[in-house]
């Protein structure tokens, strides 16, 4: 802990964004790797349409284990359980963030890891291993994306889309349905207005795409601190 307190602030980022990508890569070898029996529904939570695996268990549990042999001072808040107190030192994690993609073989689930200090995200990476994706960055130092097997790396850049009928907007189908009332009126509202609207069934991955200017904007209704912290502050 003494040595955390004694790193500057710009070195304690990049060391914190250094063991998010590394955590979220060794994940993702994990996601890409699981067969029929690992991507199989193991429970449910919320509901019937609120799936568990048990690779989302295995992930979070690895992403935990990489942490903390990394950074053993900041706490952990996950969404397959953590600590349950209030936290001002903690990292935000989404071990498959699109479990319903995963479950079925679409390729559309990522892991995303955040980290927040007195209530502000600070840092965020969302990996898309099924493309080898890392989008990661630090709030006020730049974000940028990482891909492929050289490690090609680029600044991320917003959408230029100025007008709405030019804009490709992303949306969400909660699966409660009393937050899939709302998303289905935004939905109608706005398809008429827009290019086209895209559900993919990710939060953190559509965020990640609005931040890479892949879309203009995405909205979803009902979403909890581990599906947007990392995606919110890169976009």
């Given at each position: 802990m003494l040595l955390w307190l004694m790193l500057g602030?710009?070195?304690?980022?990049?060391?914190?964004?250094?063991?998010?990508s590394a955590a979220a890569r060794a994940a993702g070898q994990l996601i890409v790797e699981a067969g029929p029996e690992q991507r199989a529904v193991a429970s449910t939570k919320a509901n019937a349409k609120?799936?568990?695996?048990?690779t989302d268990l295995a992930s979070q549990d690895l992403i935990q284990s990489v942490l903390a042999s990394r950074c053993p001072e900041i706490d952990f808040l996950g969404e397959e359980g953590g600590?349950?107190?209030?936290?001002?030192?903690?990292?935000?994690v989404d071990p498959i963030d699109g479990t319903t993609n995963f479950v079925d073989?679409?390729?559309?689930?990522?892991?995303?890891i955040a980290y927040a200090r007195e209530g502000e995200t600070l840092a965020g990476v969302v990996y898309d291993p099924f493309r080898d994706e890392l989008f990661a960055g630090a709030r006020g130092r730049g974000a940028t994306v990482t891909s492929g097997p050289r490690k090609n790396r680029r600044p991320l850049a917003v959408s230029a889309a100025e007008r709405l009928e030019d804009a490709i907007v992303f949306a969400g189908a909660p699966p409660n349905p009393l937050s899939l009332?709302?998303?289905?009126?935004g939905i109608a509202a706005l398809a008429p207005r827009v290019r086209t609207l895209r559900l993919l069934g990710s939060a953190a991955l559509m965020l990640a795409y609005v931040?890479?200017?892949r879309g203009a904007a995405y909205f979803e209704p009902d979403l909890a601190p581990w599906d947007t912290a990392a995606g919110a502050l890169l976009a």
């Open positions: 602030e710009a070195m304690q980022l990049e060391a914190v964004v250094d063991a998010a609120d799936l568990l695996t048990a600590v349950e107190k209030p936290l001002d030192n903690c990292w935000v073989g679409l390729p559309l689930s990522v892991v995303s009332a709302p998303s289905l009126r931040a890479d200017g």
